[in-house]
């Protein structure tokens, strides 16, 4: 007689060789499925926090964006009537200068910044105006938180030849009430802002704010 079970009920036929060899198979590959879910999850997570945890280059004080960047995004604050800053700045070509040193004729203020695309299209077309009007006004290029390297090779390559002065840390810009880059405010004789133009002009448009400006 063949085995059985207490209750006396005969015992199942021995399960075959192959069937037993193919549940732990099954198992293991489950198994294996299951751990590499598990690492793809935990990679992701850690890929996550490490994002997070990286330093993140600092931006600019004065966070001029893109949209600032636009003729069409906005005036500079109402600057009209105010006197100039008095504070001294570091000039391009080296030495100190002010705004002081060019009262007695009208004066155009312009700001600009290597990283500024619209400032760097309109740089030639100021050169233009400025040849044009020679000694009769003076014009002023204000270099905005740039490293001396990349003014003088952005002076270089779009031919300006009128005086350049630097503004590394921004302060100026934010004392003149910049909000949008590039910037140009036109200046009286006297030392007193009269018009301020938001975002890039051309020759034409330049000529006509001057024009106002010395009536």
Request: negative net charge.
């Amino acid at each position: 007689m063949g085995e059985r079970y207490l209750s006396g009920i005969e015992s199942p036929s021995p399960t075959p060789p192959a069937a037993r060899r193919r549940h732990p198979l099954i198992l293991g590959t489950l198994a294996a499925v299951a751990a590499l879910v598990a690492a793809l999850v935990t990679g992701s997570v850690v890929s996550s926090l490490s994002e997070d945890r990286a330093p993140r280059t600092p931006e600019m004080e004065l966070r001029f964006s893109a949209g600032d960047q636009d003729p069409a995004s906005g005036l500079v604050s109402d600057a009209a009537g105010d006197e100039l800053p008095g504070e001294r700045f570091s000039m391009l070509s080296g030495g100190f200068g002010s705004f002081a040193d060019y009262r007695g004729r009208p004066l155009v203020i312009n700001l600009f910044a290597s990283n500024c695309a619209p400032c760097i299209a309109e740089m030639p077309d100021f050169e233009t105006v400025h040849q044009e009007l020679g000694e009769e006004v003076a014009f002023l290029g204000l270099n905005i938180q740039d490293q001396v390297s990349a003014a003088e090779a952005l002076v270089e390559r779009t031919g300006v030849t009128y005086d350049i002065a630097r503004d590394p840390s921004g302060e100026l810009a934010r004392s003149l009430g910049t909000v949008v880059m590039p910037s140009t405010y036109f200046v009286s004789a006297e030392g007193k802002v009269v018009d301020a133009k938001a975002g890039a002009m051309d020759a034409d448009e330049l000529r006509r704010h001057i024009e106002e400006l010395r009536a």
